[in-house]
């Protein structure tokens, strides 16, 4: 099993940054992508960025340029460094890791943007 636990969300204003981290535990091997995906209130939960083991990477449209996602390898964690943030970041921020094709999830942080 796996076991994904988060960290760094909050609340900030429109214009302002947050870093948001996941810690990755048990059954880890090499080759897996991990994520980050949002659910907003009343939507569906969508990608917000990805990246490979090899740290290549993959963005949504709305993000790409606003948002960094990174990982450490040795520590099995992935980062999402959110810049320039809007009122419409605010979501429920999930950390997601896949590998051979099993999906994990970890329990969510809260992010709010105020205008």
């Known amino acids: 099993q796996v076991q994904l636990v988060e960290s760094g969300g909050g609340l900030v204003q429109a214009g302002g940054s947050l870093r948001l981290s996941c810690a990755a535990s048990?059954?880890?091997?090499?080759?897996?992508?991990m994520g980050w995906y949002r659910q907003a209130p009343g939507k569906q939960r969508v990608l917000v960025a990805l990246?490979?083991?090899?740290?290549?990477?993959n963005y949504a449209d709305s993000v790409r340029g606003r948002f960094a996602i990174s990982r450490d390898n040795a520590k099995n964690t992935v980062y999402l460094q959110m810049n320039s943030l809007k009122p419409e970041d605010t979501a429920v921020y999930y950390c997601?890791?896949?590998?051979?094709?099993?999906?994990?999830w970890g329990q969510g942080t809260q992010v709010t943007v105020s205008s």
């Open positions: 990246i490979t083991h090899g740290h290549s990477t």
């Open positions: 048990g059954s880890i091997f090499s080759f897996n992508v």
């Open positions: 997601n890791l896949r590998q051979y094709g099993n999906d994990y």
